[in-house]
């Protein structure tokens, strides 16, 4: 193992595959995670693993990254998808106009489609709002929110990273203009300490700013709730979404016995300060209902918000004018030297984000060491807490 030492802020999704990453070029590794991990944004989402086709007409990008991980995730985690496949309907006249932008968005994209009847999408969906005029399918499907981090954490465990949950950080360890490390507080005994590194890599998702900070630069995440609404019952197999602009509730995943609708979409300043709106809730029961009549009187399991740590300026309003894409800030570019931050993305392309980090972390580190996490099969998730 590399003499090098490398310090990761956050323990989601993308913390996760980075020490997964980081670890299997050798490199030793300290993940910091203030809550238990996954106990953020990666805990809370829909648990969509993503086709892109939501993102193939505005968000191309996005779009092709999700597709492309998609399938390097089948191979590495097998076993912890369900690959339902996903459906986009069309119920009205309005959807059926986005048909044609949206075929050849996915067509650009790299994303297989197959153009359902109003018949056979009844068939394979009997819950379908019985109005839909035809859906076309694409290789969505859906997965438990917490396994696949765990199994890039086990992974990244067996290989000699150390993970530290209930540590949060507190401030910078600074020579000049370069962090050396970072100072923490252990929530399970209340001791603080420092960890000294010889890089940091912020990968905090919405709360990347506010550590950034600490190191006295700037990162331009605009955190953007979303109210998910779960439900009793499992009304569709596939996941179901509707043919038409990313918009409010328009997504139902079925997860083991409950189907999720979502999501709604505002912007906060503090992703600590989340808050989940009746009207928000009423609104995932009326646009889920439009695609699946029967979630109109469904009973209620959960509701909950989550903040998608989206990159762009505070000027954005709802964020779906952002991007879903991600990006790694090497911040030598504003003078302060022994820092990184990932941010944006998804839940999907994690292995993707950590892979583009650990790139700049081996560059500067002076290393030339491939990735490998394409090939690589993850350990189960069982072996996180087995060890």
Same mark, same amino acid.
């Given at each position: ?20 990453? =980081? ?63 996903? =459906? ?7 959807? =059926? ?45 859906t997965m438990d929110a917490m396994r696949l981090p765990l199994r890039f954490l086990a992974t990244a465990k067996h290989n000699g990273a150390v993970i530290k949950p209930y540590t949060e950080v507190l401030s910078f360890l600074m020579e000049g ?50 109210? =998910? ?86 000027g954005a309003t709802t964020g779906r004018e952002l991007s879903r894409t991600f990006k790694c800030f090497d911040h030598a570019d504003e003078g302060v030297e022994g820092f990184v931050t990932i941010t944006g993305g998804k839940a999907t392309t994690?292995?993707?984000?950590a892979e583009t980090t650990a790139d700049v972390v081996v560059r500067k580190l002076g290393l030339d060491i491939p990735c490998r996490t394409r090939e690589v099969v993850l350990l189960p998730h069982t072996a996180y807490y087995t060890q």
């Amino acid at each position: 193992m590399s003499s090098y030492h490398v310090v990761i802020i956050g323990g989601g999704a993308t913390g996760s595959a980075l020490a997964h990453d =980081l670890a299997l070029r050798g490199i030793r590794v300290t993940l910091v995670e203030r809550g238990e991990v996954t106990s953020g944004t990666t805990g809370r989402h829909h648990g969509l693993l993503h086709s892109g086709a939501r993102y193939a007409v505005k968000d191309q990008e996005s779009a092709k990254e999700c597709i492309q991980e998609n399938m390097i995730l089948r191979k590495i985690a097998p076993g912890s998808f369900e690959l339902n496949d996903g =459906l986009f309907v069309a119920i009205t006249e309005e959807d =059926l106009a986005y048909y044609d932008d949206f075929m050849e968005g996915c067509a650009v994209c790299g994303i297989p489609t197959r153009t359902l009847s109003r018949e056979e999408a009844l068939r394979l969906e009997p819950n379908l709002n019985p109005e839909v005029k035809l859906a076309v399918q694409v290789p969505d499907g859906t997965m438990d929110a917490m396994r696949l981090p765990l199994r890039f954490l086990a992974t990244a465990k067996h290989n000699g990273a150390v993970i530290k949950p209930y540590t949060e950080v507190l401030s910078f360890l600074m020579e000049g203009q370069t962090v050396t490390g970072v100072h923490v507080r252990d929530h399970t005994s209340g001791k603080e300490y420092d960890i000294g590194a010889d890089i940091v890599v912020n990968a905090a998702g919405p709360w990347a700013e506010k550590i950034a900070r600490m190191a006295g630069v700037d990162v331009p995440v605009q955190p953007s709730p979303g109210v =998910l609404v779960a439900v009793w019952g499992r009304y569709n197999n596939m996941v179901i979404n509707r043919l038409h602009r990313s918009g409010d509730g328009d997504i139902v995943v079925p997860q083991r016995e409950l189907s999720i609708i979502g999501t709604s979409s505002w912007v906060v300043d503090d992703p600590d300060k989340l808050d989940v709106p009746e009207e928000h809730i009423r609104l995932m029961y009326e646009k889920g209902a439009e695609m699946i009549p029967a979630l109109k009187h469904a009973k209620m399991r959960a509701a909950w918000s989550a903040a998608r740590p989206l990159i762009g300026s505070r000027g954005a309003t709802t964020g779906r004018e952002l991007s879903r894409t991600f990006k790694c800030f090497d911040h030598a570019d504003e003078g302060v030297e022994g820092f990184v931050t990932i941010t944006g993305g998804k839940a999907t392309t994690a292995r993707a984000m950590a892979e583009t980090t650990a790139d700049v972390v081996v560059r500067k580190l002076g290393l030339d060491i491939p990735c490998r996490t394409r090939e690589v099969v993850l350990l189960p998730h069982t072996a996180y807490y087995t060890q």
